[in-house]
C-alpha cells in the first residue's frame, strides 16, 4: 500500500501562485496515473488534473485549464501541481490520488477510479 503525502499549501492573495508537491512512498508509483482534486466543506471532491504515468498525456478540469500545470518526476516518485493567477475559487483542501491500472493515453476524473489518496492540503486564496 502506497503513502501519499502532500505539501505546499497555504494563505494565499488572488493572483498569486502556489505548488503542490505529492509524494509517494512504496507502491509502484512509475506505473500509477495521478490526479489532483479539490474539496470544499459541503461539496463532492472535484477533480482538477491528472497525468498518465509517463507523463505524456495530462488532463485538467475546465476552471482550471491554462493557469494550472501538473507534472511528475518518476525517478523522485513525486507529482507536482504549479497553481497560476489563483482566485478564490480555488480555495479548497488538494488531495493527491493515485490510480494502480491506469492506461497509457487516457485518464479518469473519477474520484472512485482513484485507488490510493493522500490526506490532503488546505489552500485558501483570499481576496
Known amino acids: 500500500q502506497p503513502q501519499l503525502v502532500e505539501s505546499g499549501g497555504g494563505l494565499v492573495q488572488v493572483g498569486d501562485s502556489l505548488r503542490l508537491s505529492c509524494g509517494v512512498s512504496?507502491?509502484?508509483?512509475?506505473?500509477?496515473?495521478m490526479a489532483w482534486f479539490r474539496q470544499t466543506p459541503g461539496k463532492e471532491r472535484e477533480f482538477v488534473a491528472a497525468?498518465?504515468?509517463?507523463?505524456?498525456?495530462?488532463d485538467y478540469a475546465n476552471s482550471v485549464k491554462g493557469r494550472f500545470t501538473i507534472s511528475r518526476d518518476n525517478a523522485k516518485n513525486t507529482v507536482d501541481l504549479q497553481m497560476n493567477s489563483l482566485n478564490p475559487d480555488d480555495t479548497g483542501v488538494y488531495f493527491c490520488?493515485?490510480?494502480?491500472?491506469?492506461?497509457?493515453?487516457?485518464?479518469?476524473?473519477?474520484?472512485?477510479?482513484?485507488?490510493?489518496w493522500g490526506q490532503g492540503t488546505q489552500v485558501t486564496v483570499s481576496s
Open positions: 497525468i498518465v504515468w509517463s507523463g505524456m498525456v495530462k
Open positions: 512504496g507502491g509502484s508509483f512509475s506505473s500509477y496515473a
Open positions: 490520488a493515485a490510480e494502480r491500472y491506469g492506461a497509457a493515453a487516457s485518464l479518469s476524473r473519477r474520484a472512485t477510479d482513484y485507488d490510493y
